[in-house]
């Protein structure tokens, strides 16, 4: 059984960030949380519910998983994006899903969020995914980042088919390949077939395992477990064979 590792609020201590979380039951690790650096501000500022991913041979912060931002949060988030200097924002949720799961937190050209402006500079609509060009403007500095939203994850279940989920991970590769940021990835979600490509192996029981050091409660539930495998082992069949086999 692998550990589910749930933050309690006592490990946290910092005043008020209740206030900024989405469950109660989905805190950030300690020992990996995003803290936000801001000059002369307390503690309780600092906080965001995120937290560093480690990746594909042990790279440390090659991503950061959060909670969809809140209306209170939404100023935190971007600042986390300008921060990290994040290439990349991969949200694999709907905004509404029986209640709602993010908030608009984009805007559809222009907006202000905090110190803040962003534009958006282009969009593109494909079958399974929405990719948004992003410009976020800080006095006279200016940070490009990508937004994928791909809203077919059903909350707390899976996808009907894991092509979709592979097409998302080859734009992604594409994505990263022609990104000038060597930040982290920012995901709502994350799943393993890098690892699977550079290896020619993954260690699935030890992905999951990682992710739960790095963050309580991903994988949430045996289905999702069984989803990874599939979603692996067709990615394994689409890959070149090794050595002409």
């Known amino acids: 059984k692998i550990p589910p590792n749930f933050v309690s609020p006592e490990e946290l201590e910092i005043p008020g960030h209740a206030f900024k979380d989405r469950y109660k039951t989905i805190l950030p690790n300690p020992e990996s949380r995003v803290c936000l650096r801001r000059a002369g501000k307390q503690d309780e ?37 300008w921060q990290e200097q994040a290439p990349l924002i991969v949200m694999i949720t709907k905004l509404q899903e029986r209640k709602e799961k993010c908030v608009h937190y984009w805007p559809e050209k222009e907006g202000t969020y905090g110190p803040f402006t962003i534009h958006v500079q282009g969009v593109s609509e494909h079958a399974e995914y929405v990719i948004r060009d992003l410009s976020m403007q800080l006095g006279k500095e200016c940070h490009k980042v990508k937004h994928i939203l791909f809203p077919s994850w059903p909350d707390q279940q899976t996808p009907e088919s894991a092509k979709p989920l592979l097409h998302l991970v080859s734009k992604v590769e594409e994505i990263l390949q022609a990104a000038s940021s060597p930040g982290p990835i920012v995901v709502h979600c994350r799943i393993g077939c890098q690892q699977l490509r550079d290896k020619g192996e993954v260690d699935i029981l030890g992905i999951v395992c990682r992710l739960r050091i790095d963050r309580g409660g991903m994988i949430q539930t045996s289905e999702q477990y069984q989803f990874l495998h599939h979603t692996l082992a067709l990615y394994a069949s689409q890959l070149p064979e090794v050595g002409g086999r």
């Open 45 to 81: 500022d600092s906080y965001i519910n995120a937290n560093y991913i480690t990746g594909h041979a042990g790279r440390p912060r090659e991503y950061i998983a959060t909670q969809g931002p809140m209306l209170n949060t939404v100023s935190d988030f971007w600042h986390m994006v």
